[in-house]
């Protein structure tokens, strides 16, 4: 797996941008975990949502979009620079 580059949080639902790098080809994924304090209190990860976390869930993924569409079109921009 790659390198995590951005951390986006909403409630307790956390998405994770990572940028990965293989035989000269970058892309980038997203991971989504809703962390939470266990019975002793020592936070907790897990992949598993509630109802209730949905909106959050689609909070995240709206930043992460946004962030990506932004960075695509930045890159987009300077390749047309370069040309």
Do not use: C
């Not at 936070?43 to 598993?48: F, G, V, Y």
């Not at 959050?56 to 930045?74: C, N, P, S």
């Amino acid at each position: 797996m790659g390198q995590p580059t951005r951390e986006l949080l909403s409630g307790h639902v956390k998405l994770t941008v990572w940028l990965n790098d293989e035989d000269e080809r970058a892309w980038r994924s997203v991971t989504m975990e809703r962390m939470y304090k266990d019975r002793q209190g020592a936070w907790r990860k897990s992949q598993h949502f509630r109802e209730s976390d949905l909106l959050d869930i689609a909070a995240v993924a709206e930043k992460a979009h946004d962030l990506l569409r932004l960075k695509l079109t930045t890159a987009q921009r300077r390749a047309d620079r370069k040309t």
